[in-house]
Every structure is written in C-alpha cells, then in structure tokens.
C-alpha cells in the first residue's frame, strides 16, 4: 500500500476526481481516475474488475446515481488513507483514450449571445437576431458520433462545396473559413425507455459528467448548407472531447441560476429555478488566451436540454452526448467562435503577432476550464487540443 500526496488546491484533488480510460505498455486500456498528476485503476483500487477492468466507462455509467455516489465516496476514503501500489500510474506514463463509447450525439445553441451574434452576421437584414423559436425550445442538431475525437488528434481540413456571395456557382475545394466552436459536452449515463421522456427535475439522475467540446466548424460549407435542415458536412468531419469525464457530483458547487427566461418556457421545461454552470473557458489559440468564455451565461440548462431531447419520447442511451452550443459571453473578449470574434473576419484578432481570422495549417487550439468546487476550491477539466493538418495529408498529420 502506498499514499498519495496531492496539494489541497489542486485542480484534480479530492474535490474533482474525474474519470477516464487509460492504458501502459503492453497492456488494455482500463478505467482509471485522476488524482493529481496520478491515475489510479479503478479495478484494483475496488475490486471490481467487471465495471472498471474495460475499456469504456459506459458500464459504470449504466448502474446509475446511486452508484455514482456509492463509488465516489469509496474512492474518497480510499485516497485519504493508502491504495495498493499496483493500482498507482503517473499521468506522464499513460496513455490516455476515449474515455467513454459515444451512442448518440446532438449539439445545441443554448448560448443567446451566440445565437444573436450568428443572427446578426448570417441574416443582417432581420430586425431581431434570434429566431421565432429560440427562446421556447433549445434548438439543435443531430451530429455524427463516430466522428467524436479525443483531445490530441489531429484534425484534416474538410473540403467541401461552398458559394460565397461573389461566386455565380458553388466551387469545391478545402475549407476556408475554418473555424472552432468552445462548448461543454454533458454525457449520459443513465437513459430512458422509449416513449418515456425524461422529466426535467429528473435531469440529475441521466447526466454523469461533463467534458471540454471542440465543435470544429467549416464555415463557407456551412453557410451554403445549412438551409432548411440545419448544418451537416459542415460540423461532421471532427469534434474534439477532453479526456477526463468531470462527475456532476464535482460540480455542485458550480450551480448557478440561469439567466432569467422570458418569456416563462413550457410547463415540461420549467423549473423553480432552472441550473446552468459557473464554468469559466479558456480559448488557447498557439499558446495565446485569445477568449474567455463564461459557461454561466448560458440561456437553456443542460437539464432543460436533456427534457426537450426526450419529451417526444425519443430514447436516450448510456454513452449519449449533447452538447451546449458555442460559449460566448456579453464582451468580445468572451466570445467561444472566431466567426464571433473577428466578425465574419472583418476585425482580425493578433496572434503571434499576425492579424488572423480563421484556423491556418498548423495551428493548434486548446480548449481549458476551471469551475468553483467544494470548500472554497477550483477543479479542473482535462485539456481538448487539436492541430489543423492539410487536406489528404491523412490523420497521423506532418
Ligand atoms: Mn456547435
């Protein structure tokens, strides 16, 4: 048995304990929860070799809150006191994997900043930028779950079909308007029967945790696509997930009141007061903070979203991912897309000391949060990164 030291105000200690997939040398990827700059086997730590021993934690999630609890609590105690030696990695010597089998994916725009901003650039001519229906329901989108990366892949520039405004035909080719899009991933752990909705009380009982999003987004393609059935080629090349599942559990001390809806939503949406989350992101664009966006000042809740992605009875499953929709707050310096933050690209933000607009070759971007946690304490997320590699140069990049 050994004991493990790890700073009180670490960003991994006993206050966060986020879980994920790892693997060494030679062996099967296995469940695993940080604690510091360690990762501890699940399997050996609880002997329970037939929920942690795998390679997914989709059979964790499936047992639900109640063992949520119970095991958090147990890895708690555990850590406070000695673990076996054997169950002990560094982080630095692991390798670390999709932590969990993504079942189905929908992306959300439950930012009003963002759905304004977007309103006002894709359709300057409308005297309000949010559409009729944006403030009854949170709209979103069905997306391509096999296309759901862990942070550190690379990611090929899409080619595709667009039309700009001075193009009498659409032409094909890479993308040049390529762009990214900072969100929170929520992930189910606990779905239902079909033909059951979800209540939106009952949120916290499905959702499991949380994850860092990357929504890479090729603008030109979108733009000439999307109408009328939303985006598609344009968002289902990639999308990048941090490697560490941050529990719910970790998370209460970051609930916060969502911003005043109005008008009153639908009985099925309502709550005496709806939750969102006091999650502050950083945009790393080369090494440089370019936007700090502010999970707090999302308009719908992740339990709001999860009741309207079920109230016509459509199953959920363990493995489920949706995601909030880009993050931007009221200042530009807040702002989650560079469609956003260099407006359509007309106001160009320095990096390096270059005026850029969109995502060149090379660059790599890292998506990081920090959030309030128990006693007085910030927790971390793991980081989401990718770099952009040239169209046909094939994932392993150059
Ligand atoms: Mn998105």
Redo the contacts with the bound molecule.
């Keep these: 048995m050994t004991r493990l030291t790890v700073p009180a105000d670490d960003l991994f200690g006993l206050h966060n304990l986020p879980y994920g997939v790892y693997s060494v040398p030679g062996r099967e990827p296995r469940v695993g929860v940080r604690y510091g700059d360690y990762v501890v086997d699940l399997a050996v730590l609880l002997g329970d070799e037939e929920t942690f021993g795998v390679s997914s934690l989709n059979p964790f999630m499936a047992q639900g809150r109640d063992r949520w609890i119970e095991v958090r609590a147990a890895i708690t105690a555990m850590l406070t006191a000695a673990v076996p030696a054997q169950a002990v990695h560094a982080l630095g010597s692991v390798t670390l994997h999709l932590p969990f089998e993504v079942a189905d994916y929908v992306?959300?725009?439950a930012c009003e900043h963002h759905a304004a901003n977007l309103g006002r650039l894709f359709r300057p001519d409308n005297p309000d930028p949010l559409m009729p229906n944006w403030k009854h329901l949170p709209v979103g989108y069905h997306g391509r779950s096999a296309s759901i990366v862990l942070s550190g892949t690379d990611i090929v520039r899409p080619s595709g079909q667009r039309k700009g405004p001075q193009d009498p035909v659409p032409v094909f080719g890479p993308s040049v308007r390529l762009d990214i899009?900072a969100?929170l991933g929520f992930v189910v752990g606990v779905g239902n029967e079909m033909g059951e909705p979800i209540a939106v009380a009952d949120a916290e009982d499905h959702i499991f945790g949380v994850v860092l999003f990357n929504?890479w987004?090729a603008r030109d393609i979108q733009a000439w696509e999307y109408v009328p059935l939303g985006?598609n080629l344009g968002?289902s090349f990639a999308?990048t997930i941090s490697p560490w599942v941050v529990p719910l559990l970790a998370l209460q001390d970051a609930k916060v009141d969502t911003p005043v809806q109005e008008p009153a939503v639908l009985p099925y949406l309502a709550l005496d007061r709806p939750w969102g989350l006091d999650i502050d992101l950083e945009v790393v664009w080369n090494g440089q903070i370019v936007s700090r966006p502010p999970y707090a000042a999302m308009y719908w809740s992740p339990a709001q979203m999860l009741a309207h992605l079920t109230v016509n009875g459509a199953p959920m499953r363990t493995g489920d991912l949706f995601?909030s929709?880009?993050i931007s707050g009221p200042d530009k310096d807040q702002r989650g897309a560079f469609i956003e933050l260099t407006w359509g690209g007309a106001e160009p933000v320095t990096v390096d000391g270059q005026q850029r607009t969109f995502l060149e070759d090379g660059d790599v971007i890292d998506l990081r949060a920090t959030a309030p946690a128990a006693g007085g304490k910030r927790l971390g997320f793991g980081e989401a990164r990718g770099r952009i590699v040239g169209t046909g140069r094939g994932m392993a990049g150059a």
Excluded: W
């Design positions: 992306d959300f725009y899009e969100e929504d987004s985006p968002k999308s995601a929709g880009t």
